[in-house]
T-cell receptor
Framework: AQKITQTQPGMFVQEKEAVTLDCTYD???????LFWYKQPSSGEMIFLIY??????QNATEGRYSLNFQKARKSANLVISASQLGDSAMYFC??????????????FGPGTSLSVIP | EPEVTQTPSHQVTQMGQEVILRCVPI?????FYWYRQILGQKVEFLVS????????KSEIFDDQFSVERPDGSNFTLKIRSTKLEDSAMYFC?????????????FGEGSWLTVV
């Protein structure tokens, strides 16, 4: 069975500093996708970044980058130059891509990030 | 940028009442999902829907829940007889079929409060 672990329930970071949010996953499927979503206090779920299990390079999207270490089964999110608006809940998620009917995304428990001015 | 839209954004209902949550997925997407998030807890999968039928459902998705796509654009979640524990944020999501990667996009959610 697939499982996502986020060991940091809460994190603090100084504005303009970089922060790494940890995510480890467990799956026996050879082909999978890893996602990070941001959930601000308003509640919506915002897609940030995607990494495929066969992608050769780590994904980057603006200030977000994904430190993908396949052998360790980790997919940490790095946010550079933190901004006050980055304060939110961050969810790591995974999806099996091997099935012909595209499978659901399963979520980790989340990490609450607070950016300090 | 295309987005998933959900209505209502917030609904308060009495226990035992029926509730319908509506979603308009992104227009070229083929796969549709409902998730829920009880306050302060993790996001839980409810059901996935493809080709006008349920492709997978979780243990949470019991006989009180149903989904349908009545007119080719809306995707609805119905809770027949709401319970207090159904109070949660309900997210609709959709994805298209692309080999090698397929992001699931979420709507802004519908807060359901059962009193």
């Amino acid at each position: 069975a697939q499982k996502i672990t986020q060991t940091q329930p809460g994190m603090f970071v100084q504005e303009k500093e970089a922060v790494t949010l940890d995510c480890t996953y467990d799956t026996s499927d050879p082909s999978y996708g890893l996602f990070w979503y941001k959930q601000p206090s308003s509640g919506e779920m915002i897609f940030l970044i995607y990494q495929g299990s066969y992608d050769q390079q780590n994904a980057t999207e603006g200030r977000y980058s994904l430190n993908f270490q396949k052998a360790r089964k980790s997919a940490n999110l790095v946010i550079s130059a933190s901004q006050l608006g980055d304060s939110a809940m961050y969810f790591c998620a995974m999806r099996d891509l091997a099935k012909t009917s595209y499978d659901k995304v399963i979520f980790g428990p989340g990490t609450s990030l607070s950016v300090i001015p | 940028e295309p987005e998933v839209t959900q209505t209502p954004s917030h609904q308060v209902t009495q226990m035992g009442q029926e509730v319908i949550l509506r979603c308009v997925p992104i227009s070229n997407h083929l796969y549709f999902y409902w998730y829920r998030q009880i306050l302060g807890q993790k996001v839980e999968f409810l059901v996935s829907f493809y080709n006008n039928e349920i492709s997978e459902k979780s243990e949470i998705f019991d006989d009180q829940f149903s989904v349908e796509r009545p007119d080719g654009s809306n995707f609805t979640l119905k809770i027949r007889s709401t319970k207090l524990e159904d109070s949660a944020m309900y997210f609709c999501a959709s994805s298209e079929e692309i080999q090698g990667g397929n992001t699931i996009y979420f709507g802004e959610g519908s807060w359901l409060t059962v009193v």
